[in-house]
């Protein structure tokens, strides 16, 4: 399958052009005014021209091979247009039709993958509106698209159409290619990802996403794209059930667990906003500055202390940090402003320098040179149609003069989006100085950008633990059987002994207090039956515990199997933790880390990653919890033994991505973590099977 | 003091009048194109003329009483400036001048104060760039307004001058008056906003403050405020502590604690958003729409699922539901779309209707005819320059007619900013719809909005307990002395005594187990010098315990004065809560409650609300906790007393407030809350006094 023909192909042959209102005429509009257009050709039996162009009555009679075709036809039509096409030595198309999977009828949309594959067409669609290819030109799009191809380094990849044509008329993001994906029938949105990864006109890859097909392909690309640092910028519906439930009826495709995605995206270190209108000014951002910020570190110069004051806030809100300003930057700057002025990061500048393009110019200078400094916000609202004695213009020629360095990239924060003047917004991005999105949003941009800045490959495990084809019936183990499966792994297990007769326990050699605990796999919960005994302190009373919880399991769980009952050494408490996982359908074994009890059930403070993974993300797991302060001596308190907690985490994830067929979940609740050098212990584990 | 003479005057002076650039030439400019320039006359004795206009020599020599002067003169000559405007008979005026209390010098600035005190002068500054009055067309304002006065509904109050220019150029805002406040030297926010709130031209009010300096005057306002339900805008600097600074440095005045600053907002029903580009974008909003939505509860209806699917995840994510709609409603709507749509709130319409205006009017007349839905959202990008083919043509005909019923509030969501078609914004405008942001920042405003409409000011105590003169140091009481302190007020403590000779322990009647603890005003942390003995099971245990806790204290904290030891029945154990006070000098006690230990010290889980406050005040601190599930009923627990605790926190909340001249700090930590019906228990208090 070659999606270099159907992206850019050298001709292109319209399948059932036509002038009526819709997808068929703006298709035909669009491409009549595309560079390509003496290798456009119209095919429609019916008419004799369309648009004042010859209609052919088949693709076999054209005048040249045919590199794509874009069939505006009907679902029932669509196979044998195929099939012609095919036989034309035509290897790719984009089918707008509509009425598949996204509807239910999944037999049709699976017949077509088929033909599709037999002939090794690369089709795009179907239920898309095809794309837009501002390299070449070439609008192969159902919808009337309002201005004219220009490139530039942003690919946007979009299940949804509309999204494509109303990103193309935002006119200050330039575009190497809208893609609109639709159903993914056959080519995925992984496929096209890959595509632009190695496209070298493509400098950000944007995505909107419902769900994606093909797990393994999506972690290869996005590990691809992690090693050369190429960003993807994702925005993904499916957050909340009603927004899942309706991305499932558009497409037809799976949402999958929206917080396993989170987690994927964390640890291939792409891009995940929470809008549309982010994904476009993220995309903006990143097309525009000429090189990343060498530090996750900002700077900010104002002309007004209210604006310097909602920068320092903004900003530190979003954690973001504003360095110290070094002596000599100190004193560079302090030489620049008069006299009154408080020389600090973020700076109130005062109003003098704004009529002083190289003197302003010359403050950004001294904050690129300094070394603690990895961005320059100037502070500056740029409105519509700006007056010429307004400030922006020298205030932007300062930036322009600084820009031309190409030392560490300079943005312009608004402070209120209204509109914006072209003619200024064009002199600074043409030099690289983006303008971003007022404070709320434009500071949520940089957040995203420190932290793809701060991301390094070559510290994450870029794989998952992709499972195939694992059962569908959930299988419990008892805590012993799921201990032994651990212990078998290498997991290490506190000291405990299963015994089936009472006599058995004088053999035992065990360290007092003990707990008996009934080992049967037909009874989950143990202690709402009465099958826990605690605090057992001498051989005595573990004889008359072992009776009692044999005789409370039977008496409450007549029919269950008994298998004898377990004793362990009571474990000295600690700070109670869960490490936990939960198998993907499509990322595979995510695993949780998080503070036991309420904090995980009530606060919800957990982190989750995917399967394998290594020290360093265990560590940062364990870090990024809200609770983490009391494994860091909370109160006077003693250190947790962090490190031993991160191995647990490791070999649990380990284990959980060498059995990804067949593991369901997994809980080790509570894990005791002890004081630093002390190490942990499982108290409890729980592992259910798929089969 | 009567600020309608400074806003609305009906004749101007400009004094010190000229033509150098800065804020004289534009303040000169600005007030030449007002249709009141025959009543508007330049003062400077140094100039014949200036811009073609006569200069005066000096006030009293102009040809009829003056309501109001621009000052356009430095510190020094201010206040004989002032002396002679008075003098003529004027009782207002501006003054721009700078270097007061903001850079240091609050004596000259305190002289001003006390001289338009003594002559009755409404005085708009200092450092300030004056107002503009769009009702009269009046822009006495220091930097040049590029727009012709257009008279709106929304007043704007800041304490920065730029913020207001910025906001002027806004092209869809329309103003009645927009007024930068400078230092606040005279006239304060606080003045202004009593001003506005009473402004029958004025409908939303909208507030950038770095602090305010007058606690009393400003609830006053926030409680008249909440009665009308005229909405007041708050926009904030200083959440952080860099903000903070920033807003200290900018205009003397203090930012007090924003936690508590948020509270107040909380209490009094006043919008507070997070920042500048909200402050406007909200004004905007509530000055559009003809009336607040019934409900809290939305619909949206968008062309495709691509857009129906963010605004059900974006809504969502932000809190806001979308009800089920009724079945006549889903039936009325079935019947206006095609077949293959799935009828739902949010809906998705798919294209049909795109061009047919009165069906789309009548799908919004379904959802506004729906009694479950309080307000309509319609998905739509709105872009420049639409072509006249575009679907916003007849989409907006139909959103036309179905406002005109003016029945629910009707907003278009758009999922890109970008810039906006004047053309469409204004017709939508003119008839009550507004252009929200795209949906991150459109789906918060809604969010404000419907807090505001769910905000009832007859549930709320509108008024605060605002210290006056309190002392600088801090005294701390002894646990016993804050509990009597407490009992004293009327609030419940367990049964307890203080011993001071050991045989005294032999007349106490007390339910064992008991704890004993050492009672000196020099010890705050009993538990570090072993001043504290638990679970006494019987009186040979407690005689022992007496002797025990005394050598401890005396041998550890050799120069602290013992005053006995205090007995109290070990309390049993229940839901750890805190209760405690701050007070917070602008603002008074804030009242702050949250789940004891490390809920509140890790997840800060606690919540602050300015006393006094009522009984359902109350309930709602204690139900926003996110660890009110431990509460109400945790994995099968037992539901707490919250009512007993509602109660404990609204008497704190009285004592405090009766207090609010004396008390510093209370802390009832841990409080034990029991299951419903057997109330709540303090086990131990701090009182500290400041004196």
Redesign the interface.
């Known amino acids: 399958m070659e999606l270099r023909k159907l992206l850019r192909p050298s001709s292109i042959a319209v399948i059932g052009a036509n002038d009526k209102n819709g997808f068929g005429k703006s298709t035909c509009i669009n491409l009549l005014s595309s560079p390509l257009k003496d290798h456009i050709y119209f095919v429609n039996p019916r008419r004799e021209e369309v648009f004042g162009k010859k209609c052919y009555d088949k693709i076999s009679d054209l005048p040249e091979k045919i590199d794509m075709c874009v069939i505006i036809l009907n679902k029932t039509l669509v196979p044998g247009a195929i099939e012609e096409a095919a036989a034309a030595g035509c290897r790719a198309a984009v089918v707008y039709a509509s009425g598949y999977g996204e509807?239910g009828d999944k037999e049709a949309e699976e017949q077509l993958r088929e033909l599709c594959r037999q002939h090794d067409m690369a089709v795009m669609g179907t239920n898309c509106a095809g794309f837009i290819n501002n390299l070449d030109g070439i609008f192969a799009f159902g919808m009337?698209v309002?201005r004219e191809p220009q490139a530039g380094n942003i690919a946007i990849i979009?299940?949804?159409?509309?999204?494509c044509l109303?990103?193309m008329?935002?006119?200050?993001m330039n575009y190497s290619y809208l893609i609109s994906s639709g159903n993914s029938t056959c080519i995925h949105v992984e496929d096209y990802l890959e595509y632009l990864i190695h496209d070298e006109d493509t400098k950000v890859i944007g995505l909107?996403l419902?769900g994606i097909k093909d797990p393994e392909k999506f972690t290869r690309v996005l590990a691809a794209a992690a090693k050369k640092r190429k960003p993807i910028v994702i925005m993904k519906?499916?957050?909340?059930?009603?927004?899942s439930?309706?991305?499932a009826?558009?497409?037809g495709s799976l949402s999958g667990s929206d917080k396993s995605f989170d987690a994927v995206v964390k640890k291939f270190g792409a891009i995940r906003v929470?809008?549309?209108?982010?994904l476009?000014e993220m995309c903006h951002l990143l097309s525009v500055i000429p090189m990343l910020p060498p530090k996750p570190a900002l700077s900010a110069m104002c002309?007004?202390?209210?604006?310097?004051?909602?920068c320092?806030?903004?900003?530190?809100?979003m954690g973001l940090s504003?360095p110290e300003l070094a002596p000599d930057t100190a004193e560079k700057i302090r030489e620049l402003l008069p006299g009154?002025a408080?020389v600090a990061n973020?700076l109130?500048m005062s109003a003098t320098l704004a009529h002083d393009g190289e003197r302003y110019a010359q403050v950004i200078q001294a904050f690129m040179d300094d070394p603690s400094i990895g961005l320059i916000i100037c502070g500056q609202?740029v409105?519509?149609h700006h007056?010429k004695?307004d400030v922006i213009y020298p205030m932007s020629d300062g930036m322009v003069m600084a820009a031309r360095k190409k030392k560490k990239p300079i943005v312009v924060m608004s402070?209120?989006?209204?509109?914006?003047d072209e003619t200024i917004r064009q002199k600074l991005e043409s030099e690289g100085v983006p303008i971003l999105?007022?404070?709320?949003?434009g500071f949520k941009l940089l957040r995203y950008l420190m932290d793809f800045v701060s991301y390094d490959p070559d510290a994450h495990t870029l794989e998952l633990a992709i499972p195939h084809g694992t059962g569908k019936q959930n299988v419990a183990l008892s805590e012993r059987e799921s201990k032994l499966e651990l212990k078998k792994y290498g997991i290490e297990v506190p000291e405990e002994y299963v015994v089936t007769e009472k006599d058995q326990l004088d053999e035992i050699e065990i360290e007092y207090p003990v707990a008996a605990k009934i080992v049967s796999p037909d009874i989950l919960h143990k202690s709402d039956v009465g099958g826990v005994k605690l605090n057992i302190q001498n051989r005595e009373e573990l004889r008359a515990a072992f009776d009692e919880v044999i005789y409370n399991a039977k008496s409450r769980c007549p029919d269950a199997q008994i298998d004898g009952v377990l004793v362990n050494r009571m474990l000295p408490p600690g700070v109670e933790v869960i490490v936990g996982v939960n198998n993907d359908p499509q990322f595979g074994p995510m695993v949780l880390c998080g503070l036991g009890g309420?904090f995980v059930?009530?606060?919800k403070?957990a982190a989750l990653y995917p399967a394998p993974l290594n020290r360093e993300e265990a560590l940062h797991m364990i870090q990024s919890l809200?609770?983490y302060?009391?494994l860091s001596g909370?109160?006077g308190g003693k250190e947790g033994d962090v490190e031993a907690l991160a191995d647990l985490v490791v070999q649990v994830a380990g284990y959980a991505a060498e059995n990804k067929d067949t593991l369901a979940e997994l809980d080790i609740n509570p894990v005791f973590v002890y004081p630093k050098g002390e190490g942990v212990a499982m108290a409890d584990a729980l592992i259910v099977k798929r089969r």
Request: glycine letters at 12%; aromatic letters at 8%; hydrophobic letters at 30%.
């Open positions: 509807t009337l309002n979009s299940q949804s159409g509309k999204i109303n990103m008329q935002i006119r200050h909107y419902e519906v499916g957050k909340t059930a009603k927004g439930a309706l991305a009826s558009h497409t929470d809008d549309i209108e982010e476009a002309l007004s202390g209210g604006e310097t004051g909602i320092a806030d903004m900003g530190t809100l504003y009154y408080t973020p109130d609202t409105l519509q007056e004695q402070f209120f989006n209204s509109s914006r999105p007022a404070t709320g949003g309420v059930e009530v606060f403070d809200k609770g302060k009391l909370y109160r």
